[in-house]
């Protein structure tokens, strides 16, 4: 009779744990990638994934970031455009939820080229709203949801942080580029309003070279480290398994900790996007869709290079993370005052400028968060849709709550609720953190070794009773 399986995770509620991985095995060296030319080896190195990724970032969801940078999406009033975000935050809401087994059934290549081949109806829906007033476009467009395109998974331990930087950087790149354009545009028109139509043409020229960006990634299974490995990646699954395993992942406590840190994530959105709409100049909004991403780049790099410090254990890294994540609070002293007098340019614009800079400061601490417990690409496509779900369910409701006219205050108080209470699950979560990621899908394999021990147990015990 075989021995019983032992579990390599204790069952202690809480308990903090190192997951390694079961079978104890090293990632295989590609010795002939390895002896390819330098030139060769680019293509297919995680590195230049992660720069189409930030590519795909850049052409895709910056755009729209930087359109909605202008406050309302540009347009006369924000109401239209935050309907609009919430319809279209809500379908990614359902369509993420189920990302996991969707990505992994398709490939990470191919559902990339189905999202990007629709870039451009972003663009082209403002520009139809703004120039011949028509709303229903702008709604359909709404209802095929955005989405963002970056793996954890693909970056070492020790490089998570500064592949994350640059993705983030690339991304925010794109609203550099789309800040210059507004503010080239719009020089000059210091009065509330929309912004001028041209402003959107040069978005939708970006968003059209999503697709060939999005052909341009390699198969997963292709990609290799600058060590010879390759990504991590559990056995292909079929449909009903890869439902299985995302019912796990919702079951398991570190992701419903995820819950309230994901929601709150990018809640602040709508609240501040509504409130540079309705206070500040046309030329203004301009001028802030191009500083708010440049300040953020230079953030995010910094702070990417500080959590990849391998002097410091995982675990500690992560803790240090939390430290600086909790400096998004700062803002809560600035004090924003949606009845201030906005001739008072600094004092009032400060706040959304910290608010802006520190959000993707967190989105990245988040990522890498995810990518402390396990490293298998189809553990990270289950998890990041599951985050990217709770994150635009949040997105949803802010826009929502800020469809209409009324007291924009109700709405800041709620942001602020919503951040004292997201400290106590994270404060867990950063608890739960182990050294050592494992290169398996640590909730489901663990879950079937356990079963798979449980069973041995009994046939044991079977076998004990009835010699």
């Known amino acids: 009779m075989a021995a019983p399986i032992e579990p390599d995770v204790k069952d202690a509620p809480g308990a903090a744990v190192d997951v390694v991985d079961l079978e104890d095995n090293e990632l295989d060296v590609d010795h002939e990638y390895l002896a390819l030319p330098a030139n060769k080896k680019f293509w297919r190195s995680s590195l230049f994934q992660m720069v189409l990724f930030g590519a795909l970032s850049f052409c895709g ?207 602040y959105g709508g609240v501040f996007n509504t409130y540079l709409s309705l206070h500040f100049s046309t030329e203004s909004r301009a001028l802030s869709s191009f500083i708010t991403p440049v300040g953020t780049i230079i953030l995010v790099n910094i702070y990417g290079r500080i959590i990849d410090n391998k002097s410091l254990s995982q675990k500690t890294r992560a803790k240090l993370g939390l430290a600086i994540k909790f400096s998004s609070g700062a803002w809560l002293s600035t004090g924003i005052d949606f009845k201030l007098n906005t001739d008072l340019w600094a004092k009032t614009y400060l706040p959304y400028w910290i608010m802006q800079m520190v959000g993707y400061t967190c989105q990245l601490y988040m990522y890498w968060i995810l990518a402390c417990f396990s490293t298998d690409v189809k553990a990270s496509a289950r998890t990041g849709g599951l985050f990217r779900c709770f994150e635009t369910l949040g997105q949803a409701i802010s826009y929502g709550i800020n469809t209409h006219n009324g007291n924009k205050a109700i709405q800041l108080y709620i942001n602020i609720g919503i951040f004292i209470v997201m400290l106590v699950p994270m404060t867990i979560l950063i608890r739960m953190v182990p050294n050592v990621a494992s290169d398996i899908d640590d909730v489901v394999d663990l879950e079937d070794h356990k079963g798979e021990a449980r069973v041995v147990e009994a046939q044991t015990a079977l076998a004990h009773e009835h010699p």
């Open 61 to 267: 969801p910056a755009m729209s970031d930087a359109i909605g940078g202008l406050g309302g999406g540009g347009l006369e009033t924000p109401y239209t455009a935050n309907t609009a975000n919430a319809i279209s935050y809500g379908m990614s809401c359902f369509m993420t939820l189920f990302g996991g087994p969707l990505v992994n059934k398709l490939g990470i290549k191919w559902a990339c080229v189905i999202a990007a081949s629709a870039f451009f109806l972003d663009g082209s829906s403002y520009y139809v709203n703004s120039k011949y007033g028509i709303q229903w476009y702008l709604i359909v467009d709404a209802v095929l949801c955005r989405g963002e395109y970056c793996h954890a998974a693909v970056p070492q331990g020790h490089e998570r942080g500064k592949f994350l930087g640059i993705w983030v950087s690339m991304r925010n790149s794109g609203e550099v580029v789309g800040g210059i354009v507004s503010l080239c545009t719009n020089i000059g028109t210091t009065t509330a309003g929309a912004v001028s139509v041209l402003t959107y043409i040069p978005f939708m020229c970006f968003q059209v070279l999503g697709l060939p960006v999005a052909l341009s990634l390699t198969p997963t299974r292709d990609v290799r480290r600058k060590d010879g490995t390759g990504i991590p990646s559990s056995a292909d699954q079929s449909w009903k398994k890869e439902f299985q395993a995302l019912w796990k992942h919702l079951k398991n406590r570190r992701v419903q900790l995820m819950f309230i840190p994901a929601f709150y994530s990018f809640f």
